[in-house]
């Protein structure tokens, strides 16, 4: 069983910065594989940062140049470091696995609130 913890999320003001950890737990994951993914009140869950089969990382347009995934394997734990926050990048933030049509491999952790107001 894979548990996602996450964690980090808080109430920033614009133009501020956060830095967001997700610990996985359990066996049979890949923390080179986890994404973050984010959900905005009254919008369906969408791919933050991902990693392409080539092993390349990609980031969602509205965050390109803000925001940095990094990985430490020793502590199982993946973070996302978000600069430059704007109100649009209010959300749920979540880390998983992916998995083959958009579907990821670990039930959903808890998430961490990610709210960006003046």
């Known amino acids: 069983q894979v548990q996602l913890v996450e964690s980090g999320g808080d109430l920033v003001q614009p133009g501020g910065s956060l830095r967001l950890s997700c610990v996985v737990s359990g066996s049979g994951f890949s923390i080179s594989a986890m994404n973050w993914y984010r959900q905005a009140p009254g919008k369906q869950r969408e791919v933050v940062v991902r990693?392409?089969?080539?092993?390349?990382?990609v980031y969602a347009s509205s965050v390109e140049g803000r925001f940095t995934i990094s990985r430490d394997n020793a502590k199982n734990t993946v973070y996302l470091q978000m600069n430059g926050l704007k109100p649009e990048d209010t959300a749920v933030y979540y880390c998983?696995?992916?998995?083959?049509?958009?579907?990821?491999?670990?039930?959903w952790g808890p998430g961490t609130q990610v709210t960006v107001s003046s």
């Open positions: 998983n696995e992916p998995r083959s049509a958009g579907f990821v491999a670990w039930s």
């Open positions: 990693r392409t089969s080539g092993g390349d990382t």
